[in-house]
T-cell receptor
């Protein structure tokens, strides 16, 4: 049973570029959440997708956008990259409506913006 | 002030010691989560609780809803327990919607 997978593992971009990060949820899960974790900080919620729609959003600018596909996998897109976007991006999956289960996290994508 | 505060930020212990990490929150929650993060980034969920106490092996988590406070205890600590421990709360219509995280507690256990 595959857990949450993310790609790529590491990514280096320059300011102004655009980036796409990918996430496949744990088998049986239909909800994907994205988090940004700066060095030495706790993760910050970016947004959550269920049924191909953004359900909740954190305090992130419109440069951060996402998508969920019919197979429940998800993408996080960041446009016009800034140095401050350098962080570990974590994807977590869960089952919408389940009250006894928790979120399962992927290994993360380390993004470096130069 | 952050919605979720953890203490201490750093904790050093000798193998075998009893460890306590504290978490206070200021918002309404549907559940509180304790997570473990090892170097390299992977996060593992340890507990999700909304009341009372849970135990798993040497780990114990408690929550006091009225005081908006939770503790994570590690009994007979071991060097392999060295990691970052993060408290997070979930809100929204389900028990695990948006997670709001504390800043984490870096635990180092020496042999």
């Amino acid at each position: 049973d595959a857990g949450v997978t993310q790609s790529p593992t590491h990514l280096i971009k320059t300011r102004g570029q655009q980036v796409t990060l990918r996430c496949s949820p744990k088998s049986g899960h239909d909800t994907v959440s994205w988090y940004q974790q700066a060095l030495g900080q706790g993760p910050q919620f970016i947004f959550q997708y269920y049924e191909e729609e953004e359900r909740q959003r954190g305090n992130f600018p419109d440069r951060f956008s996402g998508h969920q596909f019919p197979n429940y996998s998800s993408e996080l897109n960041v446009n016009a990259l800034l140095l401050g976007d350098s962080a570990l991006y974590l994807c977590a999956s869960s089952l919408w409506g389940a009250t006894t289960d928790t979120q399962y996290f992927g290994p993360g994508t380390r993004l470096t913006v130069l | 002030k952050n919605e979720v505060e953890q203490s201490p930020q750093n904790l050093t212990a000798q193998e075998g010691e009893f460890i306590t990490i504290n978490c206070s929150y200021s918002v309404g929650i549907s559940a509180l989560h304790w997570l473990q993060q090892h170097p390299g980034g992977g996060i593992v969920s340890l507990f999700m609780l909304s009341s009372g106490k849970k135990k798993h092996g040497r780990l114990i988590a408690t929550i006091n809803i009225h005081e908006k406070h939770s503790s994570l205890h590690i009994t007979a600590s071991h060097p392999r327990d060295s990691a970052v421990y993060i408290c997070a709360v979930s809100s929204g219509g389900t028990s695990y919607g948006k997670l709001t995280f504390g800043q984490g507690t870096i635990l180092t256990v020496h042999p």
